[in-house]
């Protein structure tokens, strides 16, 4: 069971990014997908959520700015980032959790991709 996120670099305050996370060796339809993300000296914090039926929710920071989806067909998931800030940089991390809503706390996912660079220069 894999999660293989991808998409990070390094872009201009106000630029946009797409994050995809590509899930490999089971199907992750039923799963809660959602993206953290964790700055140098701060803990991970959830960025954005999304359930199977695609009810999402997000961190109020980004709210209005990024949008999360899914291709369960393609065991996909994506964020895309718009009028990115510095702020917003950090490692960008695709998980999977069993659980039935999208949940706050990194401790409560069972499945981690390898985390992608974002970096916003102002």
């Known amino acids: 069971v894999q999660l293989q996120a991808s998409g990070g670099g390094l872009v201009q305050a106000g630029d946009s990014l797409r994050l995809s996370c590509a899930a490999s060796?089971?199907?992750?339809?039923?799963?809660?997908m959602a993206w953290f993300r964790q700055a140098p000296g701060k803990q991970r914090e959830l960025v954005a959520g999304?359930?199977?039926?695609?009810?999402?929710k997000y961190r109020a920071s980004v709210e209005g700015r990024f949008t999360i989806s899914r291709d369960n067909a393609k065991n996909t998931m994506y964020l895309q980032m718009d009028s990115l800030k510095p702020e917003d940089t950090a490692v960008y991390y695709c998980a999977s959790s069993r659980s039935t809503r999208v949940l706050n706390s990194p401790t409560l996912y069972s499945y981690w991709g390898q985390g992608t660079q974002v970096t916003v220069s102002s």
């Open positions: 060796g089971r199907s992750f339809s039923g799963h809660i």
């Open positions: 999304i359930t199977s039926g695609g009810l999402t």
